[in-house]
């Protein structure tokens, strides 16, 4: 018999693996019947039969309903990213820089752009959606702030980091729904970049 450790990677990435896929295939049905139904008139079992998994399951990757458009796993990919990049660079240079290089990739496919679309639709549309988005804003908030602390040198608190990380997230949120509003066709890598240079001068317009 091989030693357990030997076998124990490959099937713990195979769990990993069936996870992935359960979450996709609930949030994908969950984004077909939410665009055929709408948000309210689609409940949780509904989307349960789409996926072809229980309730308890849908509950078990998604605490709530709202979890469904909100979660995914861009924070910890823009957070690993954060992290990589050079020492010394100035924050809203990093920031920037990791927008293009998680966004990218999004953006060029057409399936995810329009899931992209739809879900920030629903955030702008639906109000239980933008109040639990609003809590996560704040998670991620912690989370940037705790990495822009450790690259400049001050505490996770410091006013200067939750300012910093405020202001960079308000203005990423404004810019996706004014291109998810008014130009959904448009570049939204440039929105960004036009948007964090706002901030860049000082708000100065």
């Known amino acids: 018999m091989p030693p357990r450790s030997s076998d124990a990677t490959p099937r713990a990435g195979l769990r990993e693996r069936k996870k992935v896929q359960t979450r996709q295939a609930i949030r994908a049905a969950a984004y077909r019947l939410f665009a055929e139904h709408g948000y309210d008139a689609t409940p949780v079992d509904r989307i349960a039969a789409e996926a072809d998994v229980s309730p308890s399951t849908v509950f078990r990757y998604f605490p709530t309903k709202e979890d469904i458009v909100l979660m995914d796993e861009f924070d910890e990919v823009m957070a690993d990213k954060l992290r990589a990049r050079p020492d010394g660079e100035p924050p809203l240079v990093s920031v920037r820089m990791v927008m293009h290089e998680s966004l990218g990739g999004v953006l060029t496919d057409p399936a995810q752009r329009a899931e992209l679309v739809q879900r920030e639709q629903l955030v702008r549309d639906v109000p239980a959606i933008r109040a639990r988005a609003h809590e996560n804003f704040s998670t991620t908030g912690r989370l940037l702030g705790g990495i822009i602390a450790g690259r400049t040198g001050r505490v996770a608190d410091a006013l200067e980091v939750r300012v910093f990380s405020a202001a960079v997230f308000a203005v990423i949120h404004e810019a996706i729904m004014f291109w998810v509003e008014k130009a959904p066709e448009d570049d939204l ?12 001068r000082g708000l100065e317009i």
């Open 189 to 200: 890598l440039g929105i960004l970049d036009r948007s964090l240079k706002i901030l860049n």
